[in-house]
C-alpha cells in the first residue's frame, strides 16, 4: 500500500516505489498532500510520519514524527524548509522541517481544524484552507494566523498569485 508512480513527458507511467507505509497505525500510507523538492517526493502519512521517498531509488526514510496528525495534512516548501499542516487530527497546528538540518518546530498552534491546502505567498506567509471555515494566512515569522476569506473551501485545492493579492479556489 501506498504506491507513488512517476509519469514522463511521452505519457510513460513507472512506478518510483509500491509501499512507503513507514510507521504503524490505521493505513498509515494514506497521504493527502505531497511536494517534489531535491530529488525527493515528501509527505505527511495519517499516522503523523514525514516521510520522504528518493525519486532516483525509491528510497523511503521516515524524517519525523508528528503527533495529533491525521488524513488530509497540507504541505507546502519553501527554500529548504518543509510546511506542514495536521489536516484532520486534533492538534490543529502548522509545522516547519528544516530539510538540511532534521529539526522541526511549532509555527502556529491555534489553525482552525481541518486545516490543509497550505500554499506559499510572498514575503514571509503561508496560506491554508479550513474545511468549512474559509482561507487562512499565517505569518511564519510570527506565527500570527488571519482569515483571509469565509468563502467555501472545498476540499483545500487552491492558488495563490505571486504577489499574494489573490487566492484562486
Known sequence: AGVLREVAPDGTVSTVVSNFSVGGGFFPYVSTDIQFHDGAVYTSLSNGTL?????ATGTVSALHQFTGFNVESGMDVIGDTLYVT??????NQLW???LSTGT??????NLP????GVEAGPNGSLY??????????VDLNTGTVNQV????SGVGNFAVDPAGEYLYA
Open 51 to 55: 516521510a520522504r521517498i528518493v525519486v
Open 86 to 91: 495536521d489536516g484532520l487530527g486534533p492538534a
Open 96 to 98: 516547519k522541517y528544516d
Open 104 to 109: 522541526a518546530a511549532l509555527v502556529a498552534g
Open 113 to 116: 481544524g481541518s486545516a490543509y
Open 128 to 137: 491554508f484552507a479550513a474545511n468549512v471555515a474559509g482561507f487562512y494566512s
Open 149 to 152: 476569506s469565509s468563502a467555501a
